[in-house]
């Protein structure tokens, strides 16, 4: 569940940029509480590639796609949930964003992603859909914006991200051109989404979540919030034909990533959420919970070194891997805002 959140204007975290070409021993975090935006701090440089614009062009083009997707039809109400979720104003597109770039990576044409990356967004609407009911996380909000069984009742929400998960794997079917994809290549996508959010991937950390067992902090992590930006990666990667090595390094960059953005949501709520409110949450569900600010932030220090590493792998692609280490410096630095 990758980047599902939305965090307000926070403290400062500070970590490294990557630098180009160039090996960085490896720095130390730092939280600065006097503005409200992210920033780097040292000699660091930012790359010439321009994240923002390239994901907010492509937030646009996959919005029009899944309106396209979910047209109102019978039964109408179960369409409304499932509308609501997947069009809520505030979602970042982040799966999907993600898997284009991958395939572009490769050189894969985006048109032959856009099917999957909907796909990948239904996918994640239907698990927050779930995430938030009360026999789970019991959250009766969700980006600001009532939670869809709030609005829609449990009965409903249960429907509606029942509904998005299959109607995910037709759409890959039904909308990838067959020119541009081969059946196999569809095959192994619809195989990872399923693995995904199967009872090994997505669910097995939402089991661990409500065991809340301080012993499987890490693996609930990776699995409640790594196997979306695993997943989105893999499947960019499977959809262009990159080589099995290829997708195994992908796998491990997306997995980092999204425990990364997770670690660092819960590190900037930390610094602004009351003492009342801390009482009220969960205990023993984050490294922030558990073990405290300090040693989270060792984790997100690890978790970008070890993104960025799997990417240095992709160097000779050139600038088309840039995206993916831009994803890594926004999962860490929040350094633009994001608004669909």
Same mark, same amino acid.
């Given at each position: 569940?990758?980047?599902?959140?939305?965090?307000?204007?926070?403290?400062?975290?500070?970590?490294?940029?990557?630098?180009?070409?160039?090996? #960085?021993?490896?720095?130390?975090?730092?939280? !600065?509480?006097?503005?409200?935006?992210?920033?780097?701090?040292?000699?660091?440089?930012?790359?010439?590639?321009?994240?923002?614009?390239?994901?907010?062009?492509?937030?646009?083009?996959?919005?029009?796609?899944?309106?396209? *997707?979910?047209?109102?039809?019978?039964?109408?109400?179960?369409?409304?949930?499932?509308?609501?979720?997947?069009?809520?104003?505030?979602?970042?597109?982040?799966?999907?964003?993600?898997? =284009?770039? @991958?395939?572009?990576?490769?050189?894969?044409?985006?048109? @032959?992603?856009?099917?999957? @990356?909907?796909?990948?967004?239904?996918?994640?609407?239907?698990? #927050?859909? !779930? &995430? &938030?009911?009360?026999?789970? &996380?019991?959250?009766?909000?969700?980006?600001?914006?009532?939670?869809?069984?709030?609005?829609?009742?449990?009965?409903?929400?249960?429907?509606?991200?029942?509904?998005?998960?299959?109607?995910?794997?037709?759409?890959?079917?039904?909308?990838?051109?067959?020119?541009?994809?081969?059946?196999?290549?569809?095959? %192994?996508?619809? =195989? $990872?989404? @399923?693995?995904?959010?199967?009872?090994?991937?997505?669910?097995?950390?939402?089991?661990?979540?409500?065991?809340?067992?301080?012993?499987?902090? /890490?693996?609930?992590? +990776?699995?409640?919030?790594?196997?979306?930006?695993?997943?989105?990666?893999?499947?960019?990667?499977?959809?262009?034909?990159?080589?099995?090595?290829?997708?195994?390094?992908?796998? %491990?960059?997306?997995?980092?990533?999204? =425990?990364?953005?997770?670690?660092?949501? &819960?590190?900037? +709520?930390? %610094?602004?959420?009351?003492?009342?409110?801390?009482?009220?949450?969960?205990?023993?569900?984050?490294?922030?919970? #558990?073990?405290?600010?300090?040693?989270?932030?060792?984790?997100?220090? /690890?978790?970008?070194?070890? *993104?960025?590493? +799997?990417?240095?792998?992709?160097?000779?692609?050139? +600038?088309?891997?840039?995206? #993916?280490?831009?994803?890594?410096?926004?999962?860490? $630095?929040?350094?633009?805002?994001?608004?669909?």
């Amino acid at each position: 569940m990758v980047f599902s959140s939305v965090i307000s204007p926070s403290p400062v975290l500070l970590l490294p940029r990557r630098l180009p070409n160039r090996r #960085l021993s490896k720095p130390r975090l730092s939280i !600065h509480s006097s503005s409200s935006s992210l920033s780097i701090s040292g000699n660091s440089k930012s790359t010439q590639f321009d994240l923002k614009t390239y994901w907010t062009t492509l937030m646009s083009e996959i919005n029009q796609k899944l309106d396209q *997707a979910i047209s109102i039809q019978y039964p109408e109400q179960i369409y409304e949930a499932m509308r609501y979720s997947v069009l809520a104003k505030g979602t970042k597109r982040a799966p999907p964003v993600m898997c =284009v770039a @991958a395939c572009e990576l490769f050189g894969g044409n985006r048109l @032959a992603a856009f099917p999957t @990356a909907c796909a990948l967004e239904m996918v994640h609407a239907a698990s #927050l859909i !779930h &995430d &938030d009911l009360p026999c789970m &996380d019991d959250a009766s909000s969700r980006r600001g914006q009532p939670s869809n069984h709030v609005v829609y009742g449990v009965d409903m929400a249960i429907l509606a991200g029942d509904a998005l998960f299959p109607l995910g794997f037709r759409h890959i079917v039904y909308n990838t051109p067959s020119d541009l994809v081969p059946e196999s290549r569809l095959l %192994r996508v619809i =195989v $990872e989404i @399923a693995r995904a959010v199967g009872s090994t991937g997505m669910a097995a950390g939402q089991f661990l979540d409500l065991e809340g067992s301080p012993n499987s902090i /890490e693996f609930a992590q +990776e699995k409640k919030y790594g196997e979306m930006g695993e997943c989105s990666a893999v499947c960019g990667g499977l959809l262009a034909g990159a080589e099995d090595h290829e997708i195994q390094r992908l796998r %491990r960059y997306g997995r980092d990533v999204g =425990v990364l953005y997770r670690v660092i949501n &819960d590190i900037l +709520e930390a %610094r602004t959420t009351s003492k009342e409110d801390e009482n009220k949450k969960k205990k023993g569900k984050s490294y922030v919970s #558990l073990y405290g600010i300090e040693k989270a932030m060792e984790v997100a220090e /690890e978790l970008r070194t070890k *993104a960025r590493k +799997e990417l240095d792998g992709f160097e000779k692609y050139g +600038e088309r891997v840039e995206p #993916l280490y831009g994803f890594v410096d926004y999962a860490a $630095e929040r350094g633009f805002s994001l608004e669909s």
